[in-house]
């Protein structure tokens, strides 16, 4: 493991540094600082990266000026290409450090080959640590592991003002340290990370319960991650998919050494239907941490590629969630589906595209709600609980309460009298009135004075006033808001 020390600052606010012991660290760090002292002190920095698994497309008002964290790059974007490797696995520490641009295909790639894998895995292959710790991230580890940002150890931030600092828990930028989760680019960047790692087995065992009732369905969720056993056995992972209100299914997953007989999902069966088809199932570990990925959970749909003559034409190495999203923004770009309604004399649909947690005791009134009210289907279920005894700030779960992420992402007519937003508004409002959160990877319409109670503005105000004094990074609400 390399090891990182403290290079000399200087009094008179030039960037003060600390770089990693790894040279291709050092070279990427130095030629990433010399890329922000040459953008003029007024320009607005933003992160220019090959993917993102952001559902934020430009505001009108932005498209044509090459929006960060969206669908394309920046023109005044910060070159980050030299950040994307695992710099060291330790076995014997079970810990890796990697590059903020890391995906974690690269991760799990790295680590797999040590018998390890990250706590919590994000399903889609082109997450990157650093995006998944400033944007938070989940997996059906989460109700044993929390999120990814728990099993950081060190945080080595490029922040707004220009300087390179390393934040650990407890050191002199632990506030920084503690507000990055959910702060989104705002604060600063991810440059190298250290996390910890757990062992695997080859395969997992998967076995996909079935409920006719979510009240049933969130009460054996409850007993499985309270006791980290069902029917006896351990159980490693644990979500769930509602295909419908009187059919959800929670599939738990148990690490196994052997297997009698292995699935395969990249090829033309497909994960998902593979729950409503059958009761038990295996998978290699690696193909169980990617199973979502490729087709992106069920959203494939769209491009025709769960019909078997498009799939066979369809070349494997492209059912991934990046080449989708590609697609996806590309018609959100040019407006191509809204255009095309608009020509047939339709309103185009509201897309209602979030990840939001809920209290594990209020799901089954949120589910209610959805189903009557909004009417998407399917709809991933994930049970998290925090690692950490202290809630984070800037997204407040309690500590020790049991919370169940759920997914939706696809589009939804609108009626005579509606809103544009109706039904994201609507699922904002059931959110909060049940006590849960709404992830903010996708658009927010809250007002502003409603954002801040939520996502704890005071907090973030203190460490964006240390760490970016001068605004050279966007505010997080404006970020968001839609
Ligand atoms: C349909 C859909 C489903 C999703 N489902 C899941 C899911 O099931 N599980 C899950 O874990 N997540 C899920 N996500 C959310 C995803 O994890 C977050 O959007 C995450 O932030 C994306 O990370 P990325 O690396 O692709 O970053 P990007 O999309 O490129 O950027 C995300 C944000 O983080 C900032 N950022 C990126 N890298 C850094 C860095 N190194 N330092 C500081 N800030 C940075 C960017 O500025 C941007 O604001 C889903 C997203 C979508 C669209």
Redesign the pocket.
């Known amino acids: 493991m390399y090891g990182a020390r403290v290079a000399d600052g200087g009094s008179d606010g030039r960037p003060v540094g600390v770089v990693s012991g790894d040279p291709r660290h050092t070279r990427a760090v130095r030629q990433l600082r010399q890329a922000y002292e040459a953008l003029p002190p007024d320009a607005p920095i ?2 220019a ?1 090959r ?6 497309f430009p505001r009108a008002r932005e498209r044509g000026q090459r929006g ?3 669908a394309r790059e920046t023109q005044r974007g910060l070159d ?1 290409s030299g ?1 994307d490797q695992v710099l060291a696995v330790d076995p014997a520490a079970r810990t890796a450090e990697v590059q ?2 890391a ?1 974690y295909e690269t991760i799990v790639d790295a680590t797999l080959a040590h018998g390890l894998m990250p706590l ?1 895995v ?3 292959k ?14 059906s580890s989460s109700f044993r592991n929390g ?2 940002h728990e099993s950081v150890r060190e945080l080595e ?1 490029l922040t707004g003002d220009g300087r390179v600092v390393v934040a650990t828990p407890s050191n002199e930028h632990a506030g920084l340290f503690h507000a ?1 989760p959910n ?9 190298r990370l250290v996390i910890d790692l757990e062992p695997v087995k080859p395969f997992v065992r998967l076995r996909h319960l079935r409920f006719a009732t979510a009240e049933q369905c969130l009460d054996v969720m409850a007993q499985i991650c309270t006791e980290g056993r069902h029917e006896g056995e351990p159980v490693d992972f644990v979500d769930g998919t509602v295909f419908s209100p009187d059919e959800q299914y929670i599939t738990v997953g148990s690490f196994v050494n052997e297997a009698p007989a292995v699935s395969d999902y990249t090829g033309m069966g497909i994960y998902y239907q593979s729950i409503r088809q059958r009761a038990e199932d295996w998978l290699s570990i690696r193909d169980y941490l990617w199973r ?1 990925d490729t087709d ?2 069920w ?1 494939s749909q769209a491009f025709g590629v769960q019909r078997s003559a498009v799939r066979r034409l369809w070349p494997r190495r492209y059912r991934r ?1 990046d080449v989708y ?1 590609r697609i996806v923004a590309f018609d959100r770009r040019h407006q191509l589906t809204a255009r095309l309604a608009r020509a047939r004399g339709r309103r185009p649909d509201e897309a209602v ?1 979030q ?1 939001v947690e809920i209290p594990i005791e209020a799901t089954a009134k949120f589910l209610d709600v959805f189903h009557r009210d909004v009417g998407i289907s399917p709809i ?1 279920l ?1 049970p998290l609980r925090l690692r950490s005894a202290q809630p984070w700030p800037l997204y407040p779960l309690e500590p020790d309460e049991l919370y169940v ?1 759920l ?1 939706f ?1 696809s589009s939804v007519p609108l009626s005579a009298g509606q809103a544009d937003d109706h039904h994201n508004r609507l699922v904002e409002d059931e959110v909060h009135a049940l006590g849960g959160h709404k ?1 903010l ?2 658009t927010v319409h809250y007002a502003e004075d409603e954002f801040w109670q939520r996502y704890n503005g005071a907090a973030y105000h203190t460490v964006k006033a240390v760490y970016d004094p001068n605004r050279r990074l966007p505010d997080l609400y404006d ?2 808001r839609g």
């Open positions: 933003r992160l990266k993917t993102s698994n952001l559902f934020r960060s964290g969206g980050v950040l903020g641009m995906t919590v994000p399903q889609l082109t997450i990157t640590l650093g995006g998944a710790v400033a944007g938070l991230g989940i997996e999120l990814p931030v990055f702060s989104y680019g705002t604060l600063g960047y991810s440059l979502w992106w959970f959203c969630s999203r595209v990840d991933w994930c992420n997914g992402w992830s990877y996708s970020k968001v």
